[in-house]
Each structure stands twice: as structure tokens, then as C-alpha cells.
């Protein structure tokens, strides 16, 4: 089994930076590809970004890139998501998700793990 725990939502004005953190712990896999979604409210779960398993190819979602960066350290089983120039619309509760697969994958149901989701808020 593996465990995601998110970190470093937060509250933030409209232009500014956050950086989100997922540490895996258990039974991890050294070379998963690791991705973030988000949900905002009365809003279904969309993809944000993802890496795959040694951090060498990344993707992001038309909305983000440019903006957001994710990257990995896979000596701490840690992916990090690197949010610049926040707009108010990016507000949603953040999750990080592990799969099997070692490339990026971009669809919800390529993900085996989760974690709980980290809010991030977005203030004009």
C-alpha cells in the first residue's frame, strides 16, 4: 500500500506563489509516475500535471503551463508542484496521485493512490 500525504495549500493573493508538497511512504514505487489534480467547488476533479518516473518528462494542462512546474526528488519519495502567478480560478483542493506506469499519464483512472488534498485559495 501507498501512502500520499499533500502539503503547503494555503491562502494566497491573486499573482502570487505557492509550492505544494506529496511525500510517499509504504510500499512505494521508485519508478512510478506521480501526477496533481485539482477540484475546485461544484467542479469535477481535472488534471493538472504530470512527471514521470525519473523527472526527465512532465506535462501540464493548457490552464497551467507556463505557470505551474512539478518536479521530483525521488531520493525523499517526494513530487513538489511549483505554483507561480496564481489566478483565483486555480483555487480548488489539490491532490497528488501515484500509478503503476512509468510515463506520464494524464487520466484519472491510470492512478492507483491518492492523498486527502491540500486547499489552495486564490484571493482577488
Known amino acids: 500500500q501507498v501512502q500520499l500525504v499533500e502539503s503547503g495549500g494555503g491562502l494566497v493573493q491573486a499573482g502570487g506563489s505557492l509550492r505544494l508538497s506529496c511525500a510517499a511512504s509504504?510500499?512505494?514505487?521508485?519508478?512510478?509516475?506521480r501526477g496533481w489534480f485539482r477540484q475546485a467547488p461544484g467542479k469535477e476533479r481535472e488534471f493538472v500535471a504530470a512527471?514521470?518516473?525519473?523527472?526527465?518528462?512532465?506535462y501540464y494542462a493548457d490552464s497551467v503551463k507556463g505557470r505551474f512546474t512539478i518536479s521530483r526528488d525521488n531520493a525523499k519519495n517526494t513530487v513538489y508542484l511549483q505554483m507561480n502567478t496564481l489566478k483565483p480560478e486555480d483555487t480548488a483542493v489539490y491532490y497528488c496521485?501515484?500509478?503503476?506506469?512509468?510515463?506520464?499519464?494524464?487520466?484519472?483512472?491510470?492512478?492507483?493512490?491518492w492523498g486527502q488534498g491540500t486547499q489552495v485559495t486564490v484571493s482577488s
Open positions: 512527471i514521470n518516473w525519473s523527472g526527465g518528462s512532465t
Open positions: 496521485a501515484a500509478t503503476r506506469w512509468t510515463m506520464t499519464r494524464t487520466q484519472e483512472v491510470d492512478y492507483e493512490y
Open positions: 509504504g510500499r512505494t514505487f521508485s519508478n512510478s509516475a
